[in-house]
């Protein structure tokens, strides 16, 4: 018989539990992915994922072409596309990895019933774009964790399925035209630049990434990962974040790594899990407050804008900012930062925010960027919402030589960038603070008290 492996954020032939279970079915697997119209319509497809997506489709349909197989593309509604391939291959099971947002849960409802009228299967498979599935650890009387610690002690005592070994063969049937298609093209995103330091997609770059990452960086990422000076964190992300890596993979590595910082990596895996079990239990928290609050947020464009582009007068938070813009990425630490600067400080409306830096991470995820931000503006499932950060003080510890503010602020030339004379800063171009912090700090504890 045949079935369909349908690929979404689960890009990678190795340790891949929807591609294994589809060739155990049957003889012959489609190995599909469908450029989805109803992704692209919530506006969620941008140039920096477009290009990152479509170098990740390549890489895919190289690794099924060198087992024998190749990778089919179609474009249009996922639930029409795949229903269609299963008619015209006589497929009689689709396999799909399980998702955790709204949209992920509505597919995989309108693909089983759509299959059952033709008689036809779908197999969804949990343990594949999380460690540990959603769902599998619940605190009593509850459907998710909403403290991580807690969280944090389950996961570490879990059993991770083992990781699958990527097959030798993918034998494909007939199916369309034997080309893959230009997915740029197909995915039509608002015109926009790609930010000029994106990173290469696909698994066998991020592959390679891990195994350098364990060669040597790793080591030093307990002492090192808030040091925005250090630059030391893995910048796996994007690679998690469309499965070119996988989750279980990453962890069963770095643990039989064992070394210095393989614990606190490992954390930050789970960070990944806890993100996706809150959003697979309340999938509404990727638009609406986690923890309702009452009062108005303020929402001056100047300042917004000013943020955006990195010209609030706070040189870490504007090197965050430009560095977001430059590479469609930053280190967790200048992503909160930044956050906390424009949901606590300037005290605007997180999916503001949210929404930004959706438009140009690519490795930008519903689950962790959303419950990051809610986590940061203090609406989410942070244990001390009333915390703000202090830009200075950010700045005086995790990048204490202005380094980092200099790598991306070229004009300030000033060895303290933290505190930069006026006369500086106006040769320089650059702003006075857009706001008084010890105001700002007194407004919102006024506002959320
Ligand atoms: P490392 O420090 O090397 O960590 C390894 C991996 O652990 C990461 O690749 C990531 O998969 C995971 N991880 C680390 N920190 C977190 C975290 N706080 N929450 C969830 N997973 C984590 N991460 C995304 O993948 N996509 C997003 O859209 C995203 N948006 C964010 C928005 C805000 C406001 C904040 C504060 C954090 C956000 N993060 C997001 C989480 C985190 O900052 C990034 O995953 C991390 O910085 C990526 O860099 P890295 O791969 O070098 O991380």
């Given at each position: 018989g045949v079935s369909v492996a349908l690929f979404t954020?689960?890009?990678?032939?190795?340790?891949?539990p929807v591609l294994r279970a589809a060739l155990r079915d049957a003889e012959r697997v489609v190995p599909l992915f469908v450029v989805d119209s109803g992704i692209r319509r919530t506006g969620f497809v941008v140039p920096n994922r477009a290009a990152f997506l479509a170098d990740s489709l390549a890489d895919l349909d190289a690794a099924l072409r060198a087992r024998g197989g190749r990778l089919v593309v179609r474009a249009g509604d996922v639930v029409e596309e795949t229903c269609r391939v299963a008619v015209e291959t006589g497929a009689s099971v689709v396999h799909i990895a399980g998702g955790v947002s709204r949209y992920a849960a509505r597919r995989e409802d309108r693909l089983r019933a759509e299959l059952a009228q033709g008689g036809r299967l779908l197999r969804v498979h949990d343990?594949?774009?999380?460690a540990v599935p959603p769902g599998t650890l619940t605190p009593a009387g509850k459907d998710h964790f909403a403290v991580f610690t807690p969280y944090f002690r389950r996961w570490e005592g879990f059993s991770v399925r083992d990781v699958l070994p990527a097959p030798d063969a993918v034998p494909v049937p007939e199916v369309g035209s034997a080309g893959l298609p230009d997915v740029k093209t197909l995915l039509s995103c608002p015109p926009g630049p790609v930010s000029p330091g994106l990173p290469a997609g696909g698994e066998t770059e991020g592959r390679r990434r891990l195994r350098s990452w364990l060669a040597g960086p790793l080591d030093r990422y307990e002492e090192q990962h808030d040091d925005l000076t250090a630059?030391?964190?893995?910048?796996l992300s994007p690679y998690l974040h469309f499965g070119c890596l996988s989750p279980a993979e990453a962890l069963h590595r770095v643990r039989a790594h064992a070394g210095p910082g393989a614990h606190a990596f490992v954390r930050q895996l789970a960070w990944r899990d806890f993100h996706h079990q809150v959003l697979a239990a309340r999938p509404d928290a990727a638009h609406h407050d986690y923890r309702p609050r009452h009062d108005r947020w303020r929402a001056d464009a100047e300042q917004i804008r000013a943020w955006k582009e990195g010209r609030t007068g706070y040189p870490v938070v504007d090197a965050a900012m430009r560095q977001l813009r430059h590479e469609g990425w930053m280190p967790g630490r200048a992503r909160m930062l930044a956050a906390s600067f424009l949901?606590?400080?300037?005290?605007?409306?997180w999916r503001v925010g949210a929404r930004h830096f959706l438009d140009l991470l690519v490795d930008g995820d519903i689950a962790n960027n959303q419950l990051n931000w809610q986590w940061v503006a203090g609406t989410?499932?942070?244990?001390?919402?009333n915390r703000v950060l202090n830009p200075l003080v950010q700045a005086r510890r995790f990048d204490p030589r202005g380094a980092y503010a200099h790598r991306w602020l070229?004009?300030?030339?000033?060895?303290?960038a933290m505190h930069l004379p006026d006369a500086v800063r106006r040769e320089a171009g650059y702003p006075s603070p857009i706001v008084d912090l010890a105001e700002a700090t007194a407004r919102f504890r006024r506002l959320r008290g």
């Open positions: 954020a689960d890009l990678r032939v190795h340790d891949n343990a594949s774009l999380t630059d030391a964190t893995s910048r949901a606590k400080t300037l005290y605007v409306d989410g499932t942070d244990t001390r919402p070229p004009e300030l030339r000033a060895t303290d």
